[in-house]
């Protein structure tokens, strides 16, 4: 005889009774012990009873890899599970392309057994297939900025009345909200219906400055500051090779050999990610390119190739081997299975952009190592980052 809880046959799959305590729909339940999330994480439960049962504005912030997209996403489905969803009642906003079509597909998982249609919006995809998912009245659009900016002024019924909209969110808001950045933003958060102000908490100047906030604010901050000055997850170890320019692709090769598994090499440059990419090829060493030159269908080609080797080898495939190399647009949001070493072939510009690349491995608490590898060329601008993260070394 099975034991049903809430609707959840906990004989079925997983164990889920750790996620009873927040009251969610059965239909969630189900996709959630599908999906094998056994364990809300700290991130998740500070935000899912004041979202669903509060009902107030959350600024989170917390460690890559820690399951911000659950935290988020889960009172979105819930709370709509309630309501209508003929109308658009949630907009998700994220920084790339990668990120929001991730972002969609996590919330499609979760939303399998209901009704909700999540929709992307992003650039790459053309107008036509754009209009056909927006014809279809998603109640729940995943979006980059410049891409649902030229959409709402396009005039789509779908977009042009928003006083239905229940929830709207801002993924990897820091990179979001940065001067310079995504001049969009303001214009769709300017066509959004704004309830009467409160006052803005104090901390977050820049977010709090550039978002409207229509009740309560709760701020969760699950960053931990456990290592000195460092924001890299505790279950990724950290090292640093010094090496020639000319010894540089002998030590990534050798690198790759020794750990052949599933890695993220990351670059500053396009034409860096060229030339180490054919070189790697000539090695015969099973490798994609990512960067934000490529087209969206070939960008998602070679996410869609190294995610497939990653679910392999995550499932126990110890000859799944494969290369990701790319540029910044991989370094932060993207989620991959499987990924246990990230190499930083070239020092990024900034610490906050090394935490990032970094976080790519050792997500969910699983293990996972970042390897910096330094020229003479770059030693100055390795011990600066270091210096920024408040600690000696590694």
């Known amino acids: 005889m099975s034991a049903v809880v809430d609707g959840v046959d906990l004989d079925r799959g997983c164990d889920v009774s750790a996620w009873f305590e927040f009251d969610l729909h059965p239909l969630i339940m189900r996709a959630i012990q599908d999906c094998g999330f056994t364990t809300p994480t700290p991130i998740q439960r500070e935000c899912l009873l004041p979202a669903t049962k509060g009902r107030c504005d959350i600024i989170g912030a917390a460690q890559t890899g820690s399951g911000k997209t659950l935290a988020f996403a889960l009172p979105i489905l819930q709370r709509l599970l309630s309501q209508g969803i003929d109308v658009l009642r949630a907009l998700i906003v994220a920084p790339t392309r990668e990120l929001a079509l991730q972002v969609c597909a996590m919330m499609r998982a979760v939303a399998v057994y209901t009704k909700i249609d999540v929709c992307p919006v992003v650039g790459g995809m053309s107008k036509e297939k754009q209009e056909r998912l927006l014809n279809r009245k998603p109640a729940v659009i995943v979006a980059t900025p410049g891409r649902m900016w030229d959409t709402m002024q396009s005039g789509h019924e779908h977009l042009t009345e928003l006083s239905a909209l229940s929830f709207f969110v801002l993924d990897e808001a820091d990179r979001m909200v940065e001067r310079g950045h995504f ?5 769709i ?3 959004i219906p704004q309830p009467p102000r409160i006052k803005r908490p104090g901390g977050a100047a820049k977010l709090t400055s550039a978002v409207p906030f229509y009740g309560r604010v709760k701020m969760v901050d699950l960053t931990t ?5 460092g924001a890299v997850a505790k279950s990724i170890a950290e090292s640093a090779l010094e090496c020639t320019e000319d010894d540089r692709d002998s030590l990534l090769y050798y690198l790759l050999s020794a750990h052949p598994g599933m890695t993220i090499v990351f670059v500053n440059a396009i034409s860096c990610l060229r030339r180490v990419v054919a070189l790697l090829k000539i090695l015969r060493v099973p490798v994609e390119g990512l960067h934000a030159g490529m087209q969206q269908r070939a960008r998602l080609k070679a996410l869609d190739r190294f995610k497939a080797a990653a679910a392999a080898a995550d499932k126990g495939d110890r000859h799944a081997h494969s290369v990701l190399v790319a540029t910044d647009v991989a370094a932060r949001g993207l989620d991959v299975k499987g990924v246990e070493l990230v190499i930083h072939y070239q020092i ?3 610490a906050d952009t090394y935490i990032h690349r970094s976080g790519r491995t050792g997500r969910a608490d699983k293990l996972g ?6 020229t003479p060329k770059d030693r100055a601008r390795y011990y600066s980052l270091l210096k920024s993260l408040n600690r000696d070394g590694p």
């Open 183 to 187: 001049s969009e933003l303001t214009s």
């Open 189 to 191: 958060i300017q066509n």
């Open 225 to 229: 500051k456990e290592r000195k000055g």
């Open 348 to 350: 990024p510009l900034s």
């Open 369 to 374: 190592a970042a390897v910096s590898l330094v």
